[in-house]
């Protein structure tokens, strides 16, 4: 099913052109059950995470439960076995998180994780809730910081416009949570958010910089032809 997904995933890309380049795939490769906490920008997050599947091998993600009715991203959702969690039922919500952790650590399973919660196309980083960082510290694995470079130069969320686009998907080094407690959580996802902004801001710019080198060379082309 993940598979299917993936391929489905992957043409969708393609029709609205949009290419997702992969690095620090060797971080995303390793046999370990770990947390993989990603930043939120978009339903088009879902594609970029299919895109780069077959390299993360085994893994599950969990999505708020509204996510299901979204069209496709809901089906390719549903395909891959998504865990889904209600976000205003906090409790409830901890329960699956921690349910799902110990039969993922028992088999090498990652958990990917949107820890910011609601998508917002801003250009920024938003703050992280503390439910995947509870969850890595209690079960003891690290935890995988994911970037996706900003959507900005390509999606304007007000005027309902996408164009088309690169985005750089970059798996950072892991950040172990091996003999921290409930009183590390605070100091453990400012250390994991900042680490995310840093590479988030590099790696938009570097974005920028070239739509704007592929935008001069486009106006000097055209003025040498006319």
């Not at 917002?120 to 969850?135: L, M, Y």
Request: aromatic share 8%; proline share 3%.
């Amino acid at each position: 099913m993940v598979v299917t997904a993936s391929k489905f995933c992957c043409h969708i890309s393609k029709v609205i052109n949009l290419t997702w380049t992969l690095r620090g795939a060797e971080n995303l490769r390793k046999d370990q059950s770990c947390v993989i906490v990603a930043n939120h920008q978009s339903s088009l997050d879902i594609l970029g995470m299919f895109d780069i599947w077959p390299v993360m091998n085994k893994t599950t993600v969990v999505a708020k439960r509204e996510l299901l009715y979204v069209w496709p991203f809901g089906v390719c959702a549903w395909l891959c076995g998504l865990i889904f969690i209600d976000r205003y039922a906090a409790d409830k919500a901890k329960d699956t998180l921690n349910k799902a952790m110990e039969k993922l650590k028992a088999n090498n399973i990652k958990l990917w994780v949107f820890p910011e919660g609601t998508r917002r196309n801003t250009g920024v980083i938003h703050e992280f809730k503390k439910g995947a960082f509870n969850v890595a510290i209690q079960r003891q694995v690290p935890i995988q910081p994911v970037v996706f470079s900003s959507y900005r130069t390509f999606l304007n969320d007000e005027l309902r416009i996408l164009n088309s686009g690169e985005i750089i998907i970059e798996a950072l080094p892991e950040i172990s949570t091996k003999g921290m407690t409930h009183d590390d959580v605070n100091r453990l996802i400012q250390q994991t958010r900042q680490v995310m902004i840093d590479k988030f801001i590099e790696n938009t710019k570097e974005i920028e910089l070239k739509d704007t080198q592929n935008s001069l060379s486009d106006c000097t082309m055209h003025n040498v032809t006319i």
